[in-house]
């Protein structure tokens, strides 16, 4: 099983931690769903410092999530170390991540995210300086390279290690390639054979079948799905069963996929109120939608909508005529 310095969790399976999405209410639905380990998304360190309410809400975990790893940001060492500070002392996350993967030009201009990548001693520097001063284990996420031409992801990993980091997750792209093209899963291969701590593999996981063959590949020894569970926590809980069994579990139907989504919206709800809520499940529901039939004139409804009971109808008389139909399964890719 997955082990990140003395947190062992259940399986392999690890959600990333995308920006936007993973806030508590689709993290609970990930562990949920079987998940070993749900990420938060991203924190700015100087936002954390700067102690604003929206920031504060971003450091809250529901216990029932646990274990979780809170990431944060920053190319300020001073800064991001009394941030990790305040994650370690005043958060109950269990393990602090590093993010050296954001390609954001926003992110890599403040001298944060993927632009570490760039340099394997300012990398050593920045975990050290934040291993030295919290309890909790530390983690990195990164890229494998900046671009095709600085791709020095064993270098970095090695740096990491050095510095007291208790594992690295990295995506098979460099930092040109955004979401683009193929993850090289090669150099994810190298990194494990490079280190002694655990490297959890990311990139084009998007079947159970692509998270078995990841691990076979690389010898990784975990496996981080990201976009392939937007609106899909099914995949997570598919992955977590076909690992432990070999058994591909069905795809679920319309109702199932309206009903999470409904528990989603409703969670959010509680978290953010009605306004921002609906707003922000809008793009979520799309997501949910995704393989139905006729999911995409829905979308568009959906899209208008600022009710959260009016978004329940819609997407109940969705699934009900869905079925009158006989087509409430989902449709090939």
Known sequence: MLKIGDIEMKNQVVLAPMAGVC???????AKEFGTGLVCAEMVSGKAILHGN???????FVDEREKPLSLQIFGGDKDSLVEAAKIV???????????????????????DAGAKWLLDPNKINEM??????????????????????D?????????????????????HGRTREQLYTGTADWSYIKEAKEAVSIPIIGNGDVATPEDARRMLDETGCDGVMIGRGALGNPWMLYRTVEYLKTGVLMPEPDAAEKIRIAILHMDRLVALRGEHVAVREMRKHIAWYLKGLKGGTRIKDLIMEETRRDEMERILKEFVAKLQEAGEDKMQPA
């Open 23 to 29: 806030n508590p209410a689709f993290r609970l639905i």
């Open 53 to 59: 309410e929206r920031t504060r809400e971003m450091l």
């Open 88 to 110: 370690d002392q005043e958060t109950n996350a269990d393990i602090i991540d590093i993010n050296m993967g954001c390609p954001a030009p926003k992110v890599t201009k403040m």
């Open 127 to 148: 975990v050290a300086a934040v291993v030295a001063v919290v309890k909790k284990p530390v983690t990195v996420k990164m890229r494998i390279g900046w671009d095709h």
């Open 150 to 170: 600085h791709i020095y992801v064993i270098d970095n990993v090695k740096a990491v290690e050095a510095a007291g980091g208790q594992a690295v997750s990295i």
